[in-house]
């Protein structure tokens, strides 16, 4: 059985909005885009880079499926480019159509919820899901998501989009491991705390 992996950037505020340039996501006027370059390091990079190996698919949004596809095929020198080319990519979106332009791309236009159960009865490596806030926040109000590696940052914003707005759903989560970077970022992944393979919640 696959599980739902989601990996993110996040500010010690909770923010997850346009970790990566500047203009990656103006929505709401906001101004802080690319907050998390400074803090790359080479420890960031072997956990991240861990972290891929161990990937079997991509599950994206909408809109972060078209920002990686309008930046990172055009990137060389770097680890990322040729996984996230050959990695089967599922695109979660109401107004997309195929064929998808991004080469290993299909297309989940309907039930997301029931397509992504259908996913997680599939054998084989886990499926990560990279920004995507809302369909985060759809994948944990259903109890979907097996785990959280959150980039935690140590720079507060005060404004943004948020990994987990007011209005979510309530889950108790574990700790089940952390890395600390040479530039202060917690690298903290949690598992939600079920109480049987059930999953239900305490």
Known sequence: ?????????????????????????????????????????????????????????????????????????????????????????????????EPLPWENSTLIPGDVVAAVSKLKQQPGKDIAVLGSGELIQTLARQDLVDQYTLLIHPVLLESGRRLFPDGGTFASLRLADTVTTTTGVMIATYQPARTHPAHSRR
């Open 1 to 97: 059985m696959a599980r739902i992996i989601v990996t993110n950037n996040v500010t010690l505020d909770g923010v997850m909005q346009a970790p990566g340039r500047a203009d990656e996501d103006r929505r709401g006027g906001f101004e802080h885009g690319g907050w998390a370059l400074p803090y790359n390091d080479d420890v960031m990079g072997r956990v991240m880079g861990e972290s891929m190996a161990g990937t079997g698919s991509l599950l994206l949004g909408r809109r972060t499926y078209q920002d990686f596809h309008a930046f990172w095929p055009q990137q060389t020198g770097n680890p990322f480019t040729e996984v996230l080319n050959k990695t089967q990519k599922y695109v979660v979106s109401t107004t997309l159509d």
